[in-house]
């Protein structure tokens, strides 16, 4: 069907060597509006879709859980409400900290999420291994101060903790800084 | 480079041959406004792409964020809307584009008819053409629900009353396109549906018969 | 990009094909006989076209920045709404109304008119089969696609003005205009401005008042859950909202409609005294949703 290419542009005369000739001049300025189009069409829509990753990420909040007085040696177990806001949708999520101080006086929440496969651990449940953190799954154990001593690869992660009015408060969780 | 990679492709597919039936032939002095300003009319089936291509880009855009769920879909599209940057711009877009689509479909019909382009031997094309707008039409009714409003609701209600009002066929028409006894939940699932999959299927396989027409058949002659 | 001088170039075809030749095609009109006024695709005509494109797509941005796209309450099916179909719909929702097109007359109207007039946009090529194109020398199919035309037009037109008068008598202004006015509005206050339902997580108010050491000991904890939410009983989150402190005492005393026994004395048999539990059902009193 193309011999339609048999036509010939009768005002078209061979370019001379260094220039552009109106062909190439032409193509360049529709490749200029193919990216025109192309980019105001298009642009919106990726930075409507990496909008994710450009939000600011909150310092998150710290959550008044348990009064300081409270606290004592053994670890005992708070669960404290956490407001989240995911996207459209607003939900609340119950977390657990294991709350001791220790002998410095020094109060520090540990989280019980087992650094191996993520279940919960909890203290002094296992008879074999008392006083310490275990993890039913696949026993993993750590001590008082969340250090890991089997199975688990890391100790157990702490909550970011402040103390005001004699209330403690709970925010972010991050990496262990008890374990010496 | 770009030649080289080209050549290495070319010498494997033969690609040249099935690019210059798409892209390089001759277009005649009757379409071309340059020579004829009435001959802006031929502009529209082109921009009706256009138009068509960023509705289906802004689409597959909208559903990162959209959920077809009667609870969370009008807070996930009154969240793209208003909280995600340029969402506005977005469903802006979709939203408009759908009536632009048919404006611009509408004038392109108009023009076919009028130059009588749809005669001897291009028949075929112009039934795949209204085939095209038949679902564009479909697209809009489907695409007027997602966003779980009330206006969206009660004209959903009525357009499946008229279906209703079918004779015969009717409550089953309706009763498929409601997919309950009542328009709730599992209506709304299956707009998305149609409106996601099913017709932008149909949507594209008519367009491609659209378009290799026009290539086999050339555009229609002078008048 | 082969355009001209190559003239030797042909599209080779694989030829071990079996299929028989057919009676041959209908060559489209090759335009390269009218010399000098046709030109090449790409670039020159193409880029004409999006010349057009362009200042189509810049009007369409500034559309979309100009107007957002209207969002309405969401839908509740109890909410008195004029519906209202998108514009294209418009003219066949009017006709529908028509007194032909309706009551006894519907199956005519749904299926006897529309399905013709549509029946017969689709099959036009069949229908006007003569060889003249030019619309002024085939004068049935181009008065009646005009009459129709205006018949839409007209529908379109009446569809919309009695929409408009019926917002007017009924004194509705557009949802959408209602739901912006109501996010600006909460916006300048602070609020949030979402309209959506949203199923509240209701807080516990006064976490710390000695009636929550009350609510455990006393023994409601077994059925309403340590943390209120309800277990085998309700949520006594925002029980507030429902019941006053005097309900609440009633309720300890007697128990709830045969759901909940009398807890009362259990209650002070569980060391607690008549003012815990006065303090308690007060505390109760306060759970309301949200200030």
Known sequence: ?????????????PPGRKEMSRRQFLTYTLGGATAYMAA?????????????????????????????????????????????QDGWYASTATLTAWIRKDEQGKIYALSPICKHLGCTVGWNNDKSFPDEYHCPCHGARYTKEGKNLAVAPKPLDTYKLKIENGWIYLGGVEPNTEVK | MFKNVYNWIDERLDVTPIWRDVADHEVPEHVNPAHHFSAFVYCFGGLTFFI?????????????????????????????????AF????????????????????????????TGSYKAPREMNWVVGMLIFFIMLGLGLTGYLLPWDNKAYFATKVTLEIANSVP???????????????????????????????????LLILLVGHFIMIRRQGISGPL | MAHGNNSKEKVVYVGDSRVRKGNGFITPPDYTSYPGKSEAFIPNFLLKEW??????????????IAEPAPLWFPANPSASIIPMPDWYFLFLYQYLKLPYASGDYVVLGVIGVSGVAFGSLLLAPFLDTGKERRFYRRPIASSLMLLSLIACVYLTNSAWHHYKEEMAASGQIPENIQREEKAAENKAKGLPTTSANQQ??????????PAMESYKKAGCITCHAADMKGAAGPSLRGVGDKHNKEDILKIIKEGYEGKMPAMYDSAIAAGLTDKDIDHLAEWLSKQKAEQ
């Open chain 2, 52 to 84: 068509t291509v960023i509705q289906i880009l802004s689409g597959m855009f909208l559903t990162m964020y959209y959920v077809p769920d009667i609870i969370n879909a009008y807070a996930s599209v009154e969240y793209l809307q208003t909280k995600v």
């Open chain 1, 40 to 84: 105001g069409a298009v642009l919106p829509m990726v930075r409507f879709a990496v909008d994710p990753i450009l939000h600011k990420k909150g310092e998150g909040e710290f959550i008044k859980v348990v009064e300081e007085s409270k606290i004592t040696d053994e670890p005992q177990e708070f669960s404290f409400e956490l407001k989240q």
């Open chain 1, 1 to 13: 069907m193309s011999n339609q290419n048999e036509h010939h542009e009768p005002s078209h005369k």
């Open chain 3, 200 to 209: 509240k997580e209701i807080a516990i108010v006064d976490k710390e008042d």
């Open chain 2, 87 to 114: 969402g506005q711009i977005v469903r802006g877009m979709h939203h408009w584009g759908a009536s632009l689509v048919i404006v611009m479909m509408f004038l392109h019909t108009m023009r076919v008819f009028f």
């Open chain 3, 51 to 64: 010349m057009v494109g362009v200042v189509v797509l810049v009007g369409f941005l500034v559309l979309t």
């Open chain 2, 168 to 202: 015969w066929l009717g409550p089953i028409i309706k009763e498929f396109l409601q997919g309950g006894t009542i328009v709730g939940a599992e209506t709304l699932t299956r707009f998305f549906a149609l409106h996601v999959f099913f017709l932008p299927a149909v």
